[in-house]
């Protein structure tokens, strides 16, 4: 199994950002897939998840009505979209496919003036 994560990015307070995860290696439609964060000095944090094929979507509270999760199972891509970023939104961001423990590398979102 492969996962890709990328579109981190340096923005300002306000921005918006799209996070891809291309996964490669196994039937993507059949599997929830995940993005959690992880930023210095904090534990990792759930953000946002989908089931399959285009099934229940879950935010955490910290996110509701700012990020958007969605998936293109033709393109075995999940993507990320968030909007009115803040600066505790700072942190590496994670793909992840947690029935088989599997994550990318992650993609890293700056967020500051």
């Known amino acids: 199994v492969q996962i890709v994560e990328s579109g981190g990015a340096s923005v300002q307070p306000g921005g918006s950002l799209r996070l891809s995860c291309v996964v490669s290696?196994?039937?993507?439609?059949?599997?929830?897939i995940e993005w959690y964060r992880q930023s210095p000095g904090k534990g990792r944090e759930f953000v946002a998840r989908?089931?399959?094929?285009?099934?229940?979507?879950r935010y955490a509270d910290s996110v509701t009505g700012r990020f958007w999760i969605s998936r293109d199972n033709d393109k075995n891509t999940a993507y990320l979209q968030m909007n009115n970023l803040k600066s505790e939104d700072a942190a590496v961001y994670y793909c992840a496919i947690p029935s088989l423990d599997e994550r990318g590398q992650g993609t890293s979102v700056a967020v500051s003036p």
């Open positions: 290696g196994l039937i993507f439609r059949q599997y929830n």
């Open positions: 989908i089931a399959p094929p285009y099934g229940t979507i």
